[in-house]
């Protein structure tokens, strides 16, 4: 999320969140951050089927840049506006686990296991987990872990009862030239049929295959949302309206 405003306004309702209750996790990547480091360095970004070629040095590069700047940074705006929340990688507690998930991507991984207890025990103490896609594997390696993967598994894995995802669309959208022809609700079902007609298009499709990857680990609802729009996830979860995509099972 790169308007600072804006990301102001989501730190202070996950806050809100927390205060009244609701034990909120925020699983966070940093896409853009990423390339704007690589540009720093002199590293160009390349892409396959919309996934960062990630060679030993850019692995090193997503680690510092998810873990380091963008999750710390999180972890204090959270505090600095009555929060209680710790930073967490996803290789503390080996809570990520991964293999590459293609030759050609280098080390991007694919998820294998997911260990959450880092996660409860943090939740226990009363703090909002902040938590990095970086993944590791049993010889030391670094992965480039997608977010909306891992924030699927993660869901299900802690038995969540929904997963909201931040985008920069209102949602799904009928037509793409069509704010008002947003899909408030879609089953799960449907999803297969939305994609071969070509409503759900481009990178919304890794998009939809994780909500439906998180319903099947037993979330009961999954929420794609317009992060530009202020106090998004306070209306999306707290109304009967909403302002997203719900998807369920």
Do not use: W
């Not at 720093?40 to 700047?69: C, H, N, W, Y």
């Not at 991507?105 to 959450?116: C, D, H, K, Q, S």
């Not at 987990?129 to 049993?138: A, E, I, R």
Request: charged share 25%; with cysteine.
């Amino acid at each position: 999320m790169i308007n600072e405003e804006l990301k102001h306004a989501v730190m202070r309702d996950i806050v809100l969140l927390s205060l009244v209750g609701v034990k909120v996790v925020l699983i966070h990547g940093g896409g853009p951050e990423i390339t704007d480091m690589l540009k720093k360095i002199g590293k160009p970004s390349s892409f396959v089927d919309g996934l960062r070629v990630t060679d030993r040095e850019t692995a090193d590069v997503v680690q510092m840049v998810l873990s380091g700047k963008i999750n710390k940074g999180l972890v204090n705006l959270l505090s600095s506006i009555g929060g209680k929340a710790i930073g967490l990688c996803g290789m503390d507690g080996r809570m990520i686990e991964a293999r590459p998930l293609r030759e050609e991507l280098g080390f991007v991984g694919e998820i294998v296991r997911t260990n959450v207890e880092p996660i409860l025990d943090v939740l226990e103490k009363g703090y909002i987990p902040v938590v990095s896609t970086v993944g590791c594997d049993m010889d030391g390696n670094t992965y480039n872990i997608n977010a909306d993967t891992a924030a699927a598994r993660i869901a299900g894995e802690l038995g969540a009862v929904c997963l909201v995802s931040m985008t920069d669309i209102a949602g799904i959208l009928r037509d793409r030239n069509d704010p008002s022809s947003l899909i408030v609700h879609i089953d799960m079902t449907e999803v297969p049929q939305l994609i071969e007609s070509g409503v759900i298009a481009g990178g919304m499709i890794p998009k939809a295959e994780c909500c439906m990857e998180a319903i099947r680990r037993g979330v009961k609802k999954v929420f794609i949302i317009d992060g530009r729009v202020p106090h998004s996830v306070l209306i999306e979860l707290l109304t009967d309206e909403g302002i997203g995509t719900m998807f369920e099972g």
